[in-house]
């Protein structure tokens, strides 16, 4: 069992910053695929950054995003983040965090992974 609480959120104009925190409540994250998720009111939940352990060590990105938004972990601190620069109104939703084991990345990267946390909200005004 892992529960995953996430951080940062908040209000920024257009242009702004924020870095998300997702702090994981057991040790050995790095063994975990990871992912961002976010979603709007009245839209689907997508994908917005994920690290797939048992392919490639290196975060994937949805096209919105890349370029703008970096994902990273902290494994001794057992913690991942997202760095969102450039921040667009598009941008604001509630941001999930989301993790399961090695064996079930592909969860990860469809969206249906095992642990999630509660979200953090971003807004993004014009």
């Known amino acids: 069992q892992v529960e995953l609480v996430e951080s940062g959120g908040g209000s920024v104009q257009a242009g702004g910053s924020l870095r998300l925190s997702c702090a994981a409540s057991?040790?050995?994250?790095?063994?975990?695929?990871l992912g961002w998720f976010r979603q709007a009111p009245g839209k689907e939940r997508e994908k917005v950054a994920t690290?797939?352990?048992?392919?490639?060590?290196?975060?994937t990105y949805a096209g919105s995003v890349k370029g703008r938004f970096t994902m990273s972990r902290d494994n001794a601190k057992n913690t991942v983040y997202l760095q969102m620069n450039d921040l667009r109104p598009e941008d604001s939703g509630m941001y999930y965090c989301?993790?399961?084991?090695?064996?079930?990345?592909?969860?990860?990267?469809?969206?249906?992974?095992?642990?999630w946390g509660r979200g953090t909200q971003v807004a993004v005004s014009s």
């Open positions: 057991r040790d050995g994250i790095a063994e975990y695929c």
């Open positions: 989301a993790a399961d084991t090695k064996l079930k990345c592909p969860a990860v990267e469809g969206g249906t992974a095992t642990y």
């Open positions: 690290i797939d352990i048992s392919v490639y060590l290196r975060p």
